[in-house]
């Protein structure tokens, strides 16, 4: 018999996780290293057993991600049933980096060693898609990818991303299809909550799916896309962004006009407490989700005053906080560190 922990028990276990997170005093300091060495040794109690090969960008994302990665492991093993399955569902959105890299490895012409190198199969194991994931390494056409996927819920846009690759030799569309599917299949999932489990986790879905139809629209304007089709993948749930004017987003034509609007409409929010200029920024969208982020934890913190609710907050906390600290504080870092050293050992040689 199998025991389903209760939110009792993830409350007990969680508590020790919190101590993962870089808080804001600590991160700031991140600011002040030159060197790669020093960096990654002070950010190693916050990512124990941290594996790193070698210290270039890719091989340091990818040991920040794994650890990411078993961090939800870990979660998923100790939450009640339904957590488990939001907390799975959320992977999904890593599973489908594991196939775009796998597809695009092939577009371009990389042998299965290659391929498989840019897989996490840490995450296949959690969603028990291994064999799968393996199968399709091996392919030798596009076809059999599609005939692999065809019993699973990647089988229509699978198809349909193919069929547009082969007529445009665009992978746009693939890609923008397969986000798409993932953040409606998280809206779609909420049913299955509780009253407590969906009061914090439709915002969470709610922010997340915002992000992403900002950055569809700008992906969108970059790589020239048709209105017509970009429209096909907004998601139509909106936060603070409303029908209308995600309407107008995607009618513009520049990335200045899109980030005026974006100024236009977000500052006239006042509950998301959007203080800045867009136009100004170096990275507009990573200050975006920067904001979006805070607002959960203003928005929600009155609503933990039970055990269940605070647990909620706890999981998504880490899951929030800890993707936000890797995405948009350690490797933008990690990157500023190595390109200035390969930029001073050039001048030097």
Not at 50 to 67: D, G, Q, R, T, Y
Not at 141 to 154: A, N, S, V
Not at 175 to 198: G, M, P, S, T, V
Not at 296 to 313: A, V
């Amino acid at each position: 018999m199998i025991t389903v922990p209760s939110y009792d028990f993830t409350f007990i276990k969680i508590a020790s996780l919190k101590q993962l997170i870089i808080d804001e005093e600590t991160l700031d300091k991140l600011k002040d290293f030159n060197e790669i060495e020093g960096f990654l040794n002070y950010i190693e109690p916050f990512y124990p057993d941290l594996n790193i090969k070698e210290n270039s960008i890719e091989e340091i994302e990818k040991a920040l991600f794994h650890f990411f990665f078993k961090l939800i492991g870990k979660l998923i093993s100790i939450s009640p049933i339904n957590m488990r399955r939001f907390l799975k569902d959320y992977l999904v959105k890593y599973e489908i980096m594991n196939i775009k890299q796998i597809i695009l490895g092939f577009i371009i012409g990389l042998n299965k060693e290659e391929i498989s190198k840019n897989v996490n199969f840490l995450i296949e194991e959690y969603l028990e898609n291994t064999d799968l994931i393996k199968k399709i390494i091996e392919v030798k056409t596009l076809d059999e990818i599609q005939l692999y996927m065809k019993p699973t819920k990647y089988n229509r846009v699978i198809r349909e991303g193919f069929l547009y690759f082969k007529n445009y030799n665009e992978v746009f569309v693939l890609e923008a299809f397969l986000d798409q599917l993932y953040y409606e299949n998280l809206l779609k999932r909420e049913k299955i909550l509780n009253e407590k489990e969906k009061s914090m986790i439709s915002l969470f879905n709610s922010l997340n799916t915002e992000i992403y139809n900002i950055n569809t629209i700008y992906r969108g304007i970059i790589n020239k896309i048709d209105k017509k089709l970009l429209n096909q993948f907004i998601i139509n749930h909106y936060l603070f962004l409303k029908a209308d004017e995600i309407e107008n987003l995607l009618n513009q034509k520049t990335l200045n006009d899109f980030f005026s609007k974006i100024n236009e409409y977000l500052g006239a929010t006042h509950e998301l407490k959007y203080n800045f200029n867009i136009l100004e920024l170096e990275h507009p969208l990573w200050e975006l989700e920067r904001m979006y982020k805070n607002y959960y934890f203003t928005k929600i913190k009155h609503k933990t005053d039970d055990i269940e609710s605070l647990t909620i907050n706890r999981i998504l906390e880490l899951i929030i906080k800890k993707e936000k600290e890797i995405k948009l504080e350690i490797l933008p870092k990690v990157v500023s560190i190595i390109n200035k050293n390969y930029n001073s050992l050039k001048l030097t040689n």
